[in-house]
């Protein structure tokens, strides 16, 4: 059973650069492992031992089970992602195959690129139904760079905040300064200036 919910999968910034690497890199297919964390997003992507072809890529299946034994959070690793190529995007009966020996009592991502930068998500759920959430949205989550304090200090130091003042107008060599001038009254922003105003020449 298929269904559309609004879902999204994020992907590290780092994470998706190394795959678009690896997608240009190889003739045809490959594909590697990444964690999920538990708001969906996808980082610390794994390539491993692999033969490929232009349609197929296969996992040294020792490489996987070491990687996972030495992992410290084996259980985070819940991310298969693949290229096609040169083809397009989409699930293929291989595809399909793998994702279910991929099953597990959580959920799985899944991933499919192109080298023309392609791509399409989806997540597949085994417990308590079967279900799969295709053609998901895929955000790149940009690095936090840990700027707040920097950032707060050149704020505080260079910008002076007030209250909104009214405009002045500067039509005709006049200068209307307050609500009574301008015939309204405001309770506080700015005012609401006729369409005429906005006239500049």
Not at 25 to 42: I, K, M, P, Q, W
Not at 75 to 82: D, F, L, S, Y
Not at 98 to 125: F, H, T, Y
């Amino acid at each position: 059973m298929k269904v559309k919910q609004n879902l999204r999968v994020r992907i590290d910034a780092d994470a998706m650069e190394r795959i678009w690497h690896w997608t240009d890199l190889a003739a045809g297919e490959f594909s590697c492992l990444a964690t999920v964390t538990d708001d969906l997003v996808v980082g610390g992507v794994q390539l491993f031992g692999q033969i490929c072809t232009s349609a197929s890529t296969e996992i040294d299946q020792d490489a996987l089970a070491k990687f996972l034994v030495t992992h410290q959070q084996p259980e985070r690793v819940r991310a298969w992602i693949h290229s096609h190529g040169r083809l397009g995007v989409f699930w293929s009966q291989q595809d399909e195959a793998c994702i279910e020996g991929l099953a597990n009592d959580l959920c799985l991502i899944s991933i499919v690129v192109n080298k023309k930068r392609e791509w399409k998500a989806r997540i597949d759920v085994w417990q308590p139904f079967r279900l799969t959430f295709d053609d998901l949205p895929l955000e790149i989550r940009l690095p936090d760079q840990n700027l707040r304090g920097e950032c707060e200090a050149l704020f505080n130091a260079h910008v002076v905040e007030m209250a909104p003042m009214l405009m002045p107008d500067w039509r005709a060599g006049t200068r209307r300064n307050s609500p009574q001038q301008q015939g309204q009254s405001h309770q506080g922003g700015w005012p609401d200036f006729d369409d005429d105003l906005a006239d500049w020449r």
